[in-house]
């Protein structure tokens, strides 16, 4: 509190000078950002808004302004909703569309990178970056450039130190836990290359300098295909509604690949209260503490912020289970990483069901179920959605935290017509 001296006319005085030093720091932090971001006054400082909105975490403790100080990034909660649906002038949002692939993947990646043009991009141009852990092909690069002629694109090189082992990983512990595993069959058990790719995933793709000026991203995989046409921008839609993570399937792990994976996740969480939000999405991990139901998003679509990563919360996530070393000891996927940590960093309605999204990975489809208001759009049947099939998650996702009516009511259809079918054939 500060008291201001008695006596009208010095009052008066002070106050005008307060006044002056708040407009002077006002102005001056205003014309930073225009300068940064090369906006027009205004739309300047929404955009601005919403960059330092979404971090994860609030509130946030003394250490954790000083490590986005040292980051170069604002922090503000991300609860502190801002009004960003006026975006006249429409300044662009800075998502991005990202594939990490091979160079035998060209087929597949220029099949999904199709579909997406067709279906959304050849309307909004967003620019694709795309990743590997070896030089990208030159047939690769023609190949792609061509597929989104009017999208910038870019190929980028894995630094070694994000797809190697780190110091603290036994190799030869890391080489027969992969044959032990392969010996029972676990998917990917056997494998080196997945592992490192589900590392990579899990803490360093948001890292690679070509993804430094976005705040949002769409992951898209070779041989994924979509389904139906995408009108709206769910990148803006992001951006308007303060959402941090979207996703269209959600399943359960495979238990053999994570056995230590929730252990390590409690450690965490006992250790650093002060990242678990009070009001997170946990819940639908499962009912007890000690017990993970294996819910995750699938990690192969995702359509989420870059900031949601890069905050601290995350990283002291990651470091900590990286530590751990079940990324190479056991097959810790990225699904359930992010989606554990999703849950735990972020509220509901941070979350979001892209339900219009009409999507395919093998051997799993999402299809919107909204019919007839999907009709025409899509080249799929709603009623064969997985979302409410016993295998998925989603489900218990509309229970705990609402929506889904349509797809509910396209799933009785679909019990309906299996069984007349069934009531035919007999
Ligand atoms: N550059 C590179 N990309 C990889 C490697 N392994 C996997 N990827 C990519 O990482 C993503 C996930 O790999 P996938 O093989 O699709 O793994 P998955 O989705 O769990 O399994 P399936 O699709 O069922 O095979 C895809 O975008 C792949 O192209 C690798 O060794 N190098
Ligand atoms: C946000 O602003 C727009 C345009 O100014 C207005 O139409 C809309 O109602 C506002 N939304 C909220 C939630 O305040
Ligand atoms: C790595 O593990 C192997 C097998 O358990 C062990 O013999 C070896 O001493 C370990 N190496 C280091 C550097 O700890
Ligand atoms: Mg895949």
Redesign the pocket.
Known sequence: MITLPRGRTLRLLIGTILVAITLVCLSNSLSAQDSEYGFPNGIAEKAYLNRILHQPGSPYTRADVAFAQRAGITLVAVDSVANNSDTLGKPRVRGVIVMLARNDDLYGAKNAIGQLEKRFNHKYHYPYVYLNDEPFSEDFKTTMRGISPESDVQFGLVPKEHWSYPDWI????AA?ARSEMAAKDVIYGGSESYRHMCRFNSGFFFRHPLLDQYDYYWRVEPSVEFLCDIPDDPFRYMQENNKLYGFTVSLYEFPETIPTLWKTVRQFMNEHPSFVRKDNSMRWLGNKPDEYNLCHFWSNFEIASLHLWRSRAYLEFFNYLDKAGGFFYERWGDAPVHSIAVSMLLKPAQIHFFNEIGYYHNPIMHCPVDQPAMAGRCQCDGSETFDLQHYSCTGRWFDLFGGGEASRRAFKLQQERKRAERSKQS
Do not use: I, K
């Open positions: 036994n190799q030869t512990v027969n």
